[in-house]
């Protein structure tokens, strides 16, 4: 059992830049590939990034790529996604989530979830 919670989110302009962190409960967080996925209104959850357990591996979409990065300190039990170039249609609720193989796109196929964090960028 694996339980996460999402920080950092919050009101930027575009072109700024926020750091998420997810931290998770439990001594198995160091077991789980992470994911990051956001989700605006009226629109599905989509997939923006995912590392593997070990950190040595990352994909991201596409939309994107180059200005985001995932990150993860197994030591702290904590994921990151350093978004840089924020745009506005950047703008919603940012989930973390685990997931024991790696990559995985699909929100169904992952795990745990947290509650989420909202970021709202500006333009």
């Known amino acids: 059992q694996v339980q996460l919670e999402e920080s950092g989110g919050g009101l930027v302009q575009a072109g700024g830049s926020l750091r998420l962190s997810c931290a998770a409960s439990?001594?198995?967080?160091?077991?789980?590939?992470m994911g990051w996925f956001r989700q605006a209104p009226g629109k599905e959850r989509e997939f923006v990034a995912a590392?593997?357990?070990?950190?040595?591996?990352?994909s991201y979409a596409d939309s994107v790529k180059g200005r985001f990065t995932i990150s993860r300190d197994n030591t702290k039990n904590t994921a990151y996604l350093q978004m840089n170039g924020l745009k506005p249609e950047d703008t919603a609720v940012y989930y973390c989530?685990?997931?024991?193989?790696?990559?995985?796109?699909?929100?169904?196929?992952?795990?745990?979830w947290g509650q989420g964090t909202q970021v709202t960028v500006s333009s």
């Open positions: 989530a685990a997931a024991l193989q790696y990559p995985l796109t699909k929100p169904a196929q992952y795990m745990y």
């Open positions: 590392i593997v357990w070990s950190g040595t591996a990352r």
């Open positions: 439990g001594r198995t967080f160091s077991s789980y590939a």
